[in-house]
């Protein structure tokens, strides 16, 4: 039975922070960060985190074209990170819930290692060749960095997602194979903020250029697949020419080698192999070969070719979409202040007790994680959120709500506050009414509002997952949506 991928899609946050402002800030004490100073790295927004990165990529990849694909029939959800929120809570529960998949389905965290998005997708194919599919496999990463330490700049926040099943799909599993050997490159300790890493000479030498190349060799024996027929080479390090020597030394074309997407994104570990697979499949074409892989305490290599229902299969935007949804960003004390990497006086405002009542979050999951609302059965009436009553004047029916999802509507503003006296992490709090345009409205949180920008009533609006507020007395935090006043990203492919 052939297995293969199904649809898929990306996301990168909307801000990117210019590393020369970086470098500056830093250079009185480390002054060769100078040479990483070029280009821009994506940085998420406060509220932003691994599971809301994977629901946007989640998103992207089912509400795409001709894949065949959506939110029914998924039978799991596979969420890889190495900066999941929870590290005692189903995180890819969370992720299912707000795309409100139902609950007759298996969810699964994929952690502890750079390959932990491969590792996901490798399982998922195996699993989905089972009949275990179709699965959701997303990759998505936040990772906190030291301020003037390299890899602050190298670094990049975003997510992708991928739908596997069996059949070709769009792209078609060839081989695989994967390599593990506790190769120690870097390691970050139970309780510790920071990653520590190892020296970059003896990184590229020993790991990339002797275990890479034995995996990518198996699966490509596997495959049945020579080395130079090759079109795409995925290989997720920020590391400069790693790829290429790698190409070399496999016998690959040069012109295979993927852009790693350092310069506008930066290397977003676990995810970025995902990523950079997304990023591949934008530009495939049927019959094209692409080989990705990842490297973390070992190597997985996997092996696709690209079918002919690529030509009717995008993600919604893609990797390319959401590069092109872009805020150029140069406070550097902004980012530092958002990522908790320096104290902020947040003043009175921002001490109010945030415990979460776990019991009412379990009786409205379903309005507050996959934004449901109701629909009257009698009069089509739609309403957010849901009551017992209809809020049409002419039926007022007793009992008659279906549930109905809004996250995915279209919609506008009807009015909007900028409040620079409540407590907010990235000051002024913006909300206001947001009117959905087949019926329905409610008062929300905007996010992703540009500095300085001038909202205007009746703009468009799009809903997404994000952050509410954090209880940092208990590890908690809460999550629901939010609109953003940009609306939908434009894609360079000519699409929405």
């Not at 991928?5 to 990117?16: C, E, L, Q, S």
């Not at 074409?285 to 070719?305: M, N, P, S, T």
């Not at 229902?309 to 140069?330: M, N």
């Not at 329905?440 to 994000?466: H, N, S, Y």
Request: one cysteine or more; aromatic letters at 8%; glycine letters at 14%.
């Amino acid at each position: 039975m052939s297995v293969g991928i199904h649809a898929f899609g990306g996301y990168v946050p909307k801000a990117r922070l210019q590393r020369g402002v970086i470098a500056e800030a830093n250079a009185w004490f480390n002054p060769g960060l100078r040479g990483l100073g070029k280009g821009e790295r994506a940085t998420a927004n406060w509220d932003e985190d691994a599971v809301t990165m994977a629901v946007e990529a989640a998103r992207d990849a089912l509400g795409g074209t001709g894949g065949g694909t959506g939110k029914d029939g998924i039978n799991g959800v596979f969420l890889a990170s190495t900066s999941l929120p929870f590290q005692d809570r189903q995180n890819a529960g969370i992720v299912a819930e707000a795309l409100h998949l139902g609950h007759a389905l298996q969810t699964m965290d994929v952690a502890g290692s750079q390959r932990a998005g491969t590792s996901a997708l490798l399982n998922a194919l195996q699993a989905a060749g089972g009949g275990g599919g179709p699965i959701l496999v997303a990759g998505a990463e936040r990772r906190r960095t030291k301020a003037a330490s390299p890899l602050e700049l190298t670094t990049g926040d975003g997510a992708a997602a991928l739908v596997v099943g069996d059949g070709d799909g769009i792209a078609k599993l060839l081989g695989h194979a994967s390599e593990s050997i506790d190769f120690v490159d870097h390691y970050r300790g139970q309780d510790e903020t920071f990653d520590y890493v190892w020296e970059e000479r003896w990184v590229r030498d020993e790991g990339f250029m002797k275990i890479v190349p034995v995996a990518i060799t198996r699966a490509l024996d596997a495959a049945g697949i020579s080395a130079d027929a090759v079109d795409h080479f995925c290989f997720p390090t920020p590391a400069r020419r790693v790829a290429g020597m790698l190409a070399k030394k496999l016998g690959m074309p040069d012109d295979s080698v993927r852009d790693n997407l350092q310069g506008t994104l930066g290397e977003a570990g676990a995810a970025h192999p995902l990523i950079m697979l997304a990023s591949a499949l934008e530009d495939a074409k049927a019959g094209e070969i692409i080989v990705v892989a990842g490297f973390g305490q070992g190597c997985d290599a996997l092996v696709f070719e690209v079918t002919e229902a690529i030509g009717s299969a995008q993600p919604g935007h893609g990797i390319s979409g959401y590069l092109a949804r872009r805020r150029e960003e140069t406070n550097y004390m902004r980012y530092l202040a958002i990522n908790d990497l320096m104290v902020v006086e947040q003043g009175l405002r921002s001490e109010v007790d945030k415990q979460t009542g776990m019991t009412t979050l379990y009786r409205n999951k379903e309005m507050i994680l996959g934004l449901i609302g109701g629909q009257c059965r009698d009069c089509g009436t739609l309403q957010f959120p849901k009551s017992n009553v209809c809020v049409n004047p002419n039926c007022g029916a007793i009992d008659s709500q279906d549930d109905h999802p809004f996250a995915d509507m279209a919609a506008k503003m009807n009015s909007y506050t900028a409040d620079a006296l409540t407590y907010s992490p990235d000051p002024p709090a913006y909300y206001g009414m947001v009117q959905f345009e087949e019926g329905g409205r409610g008062m929300m949180d905007f996010t992703d509002v540009d500095p300085g920008a001038k909202l205007q009533v009746g703009q468009p609006m799009r809903m997404m997952f994000r952050v509410k507020d954090f209880d940092t007395k208990r590890g908690f935090r809460r999550y629901f949506w939010k609109a953003t006043p940009d609306g939908a990203p434009k894609s360079p492919r000519g699409g929405e």
